[in-house]
């Protein structure tokens, strides 16, 4: 059964940073790719970053580029979304999702979702 538990949201003030954790059973790591959404109230779901977890490349949107970076365990199968100088824009629920590409802009293309974990900035 693939299973991916996202952690490490929380209220954090403008400015500040968190750290999202993406742990993944089930699949063969290395051979998927990982990627972060977002959802705000009453907006649809962005795709913000993912990385290849067979040669780490990444990739980010212009909205997080500089201030957000991902990188992966494969040992531990987890994958870290490091955010920095934390907007009250960035406020969301925070999905990682698993596929064999990186389709930021199809999220209706992924079959594998975490349940979500919820990053308040507070301004």
């Known amino acids: 059964e693939v299973r991916l538990v996202e952690s490490g949201g929380g209220l954090v003030q403008a400015g500040g940073s968190l750290r999202l954790s993406c742990a993944a059973s089930?699949?063969?790591?290395?051979?998927?790719?990982i990627a972060w959404f977002r959802q705000a109230p009453g907006k649809e779901r962005e795709g913000i970053s993912c990385?290849?977890?067979?040669?780490?490349?990444?990739y980010y949107v212009d909205s997080v580029k500089g201030r957000f970076t991902l990188f992966s365990d494969n040992a531990k199968n987890t994958v870290y979304l490091q955010m920095n100088s934390l907007k009250p824009e960035d406020t969301a629920v925070y999905y990682c999702?698993?596929?064999?590409?990186?389709?930021?802009?199809?999220?209706?293309?992924?079959?594998?979702w975490g349940q979500g974990t919820q990053v308040t900035v507070s301004s």
């Open positions: 999702a698993a596929h064999e590409l990186c389709m930021l802009t199809v999220p209706w293309g992924y079959e594998y």
């Open positions: 990385i290849s977890n067979s040669d780490s490349s990444t």
């Open positions: 089930g699949f063969t790591f290395v051979d998927y790719t």
